[in-house]
C-alpha cells in the first residue's frame, strides 16, 4: 500500500509538473494566456490530491496534517476560479487581468511550498 501512495503522490507531482509547466511557458516568454494543459494539470493534482488527503497506506507512525491539506484545497479552487474567469474572459476576446494571470502561477508555487515546507 506504501508503495501505491508513492505512486499516487508521483501523479500528483506529474499534475502540479504540468500545470506550473504550462504556466511557466506562457509567463516567460509566451503571450501571457491562460490555457486548458492548465486546467488539465490542476485536475490531475487535484484527483491525486484528494486521493492523498484520506490516510491510506502510511507508515505506522504516519500522521495527516489536515490543516495543510485544507489550505492546499482550498488555494487549488481559487486557482481552478482564476483559470475559469480568465479562460472565459480571453474567449471572448478580452486580455486576460494580469492578476489573474500572475495569481494562477504564485498560487501554484505557493501550494508546493506550503507541502514542502508546512
Ligand atoms: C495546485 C495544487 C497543488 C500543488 C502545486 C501541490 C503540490 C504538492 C507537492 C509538491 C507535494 C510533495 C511534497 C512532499 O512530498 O514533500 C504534495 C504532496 C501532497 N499533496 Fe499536494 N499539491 C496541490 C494540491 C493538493 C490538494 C488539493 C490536496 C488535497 C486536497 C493535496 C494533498 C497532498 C498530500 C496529502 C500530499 C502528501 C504529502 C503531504 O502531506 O504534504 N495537494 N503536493
Known amino acids: 500500500m506504501e508503495t501505491l501512495r508513492h505512486i499516487v503522490l508521483f501523479i500528483h507531482l506529474l499534475g502540479f509538473a504540468?500545470?506550473?509547466?504550462?504556466?511557466?511557458?506562457?509567463?516567460?516568454?509566451?503571450?501571457?494566456q491562460l490555457t486548458s494543459l492548465m486546467n488539465v494539470g490542476?485536475?490531475?493534482?487535484?484527483?491525486?490530491?484528494?486521493?492523498?488527503?484520506?490516510?491510506?497506506g502510511?507508515?505506522?507512525?504516519?500522521?495527516?496534517?489536515?490543516?495543510?491539506?485544507?489550505?492546499?484545497?482550498?488555494?487549488?479552487?481559487?486557482?481552478?476560479?482564476?483559470?475559469?474567469?480568465?479562460?472565459?474572459r480571453q474567449k471572448r476576446g478580452a486580455a486576460v487581468p494580469p492578476v489573474l494571470f500572475w495569481g494562477v502561477g504564485v498560487l501554484t508555487a505557493v501550494n508546493a511550498g506550503i507541502a514542502a515546507i508546512w
Open 58 to 88: 502510511l507508515p505506522a507512525d504516519g500522521r495527516m496534517n489536515y490543516a495543510k491539506i485544507g489550505t492546499k484545497l482550498v488555494i487549488l479552487l481559487i486557482i481552478g476560479a482564476l483559470i475559469g474567469i480568465g479562460m472565459a
Open 18 to 32: 504540468v500545470l506550473f509547466g504550462s504556466w511557466a511557458v506562457q509567463a516567460f516568454g509566451g503571450k501571457k
Open 42 to 56: 490542476l485536475l490531475i493534482a487535484g484527483v491525486a490530491g484528494l486521493a492523498l488527503a484520506a490516510p491510506w
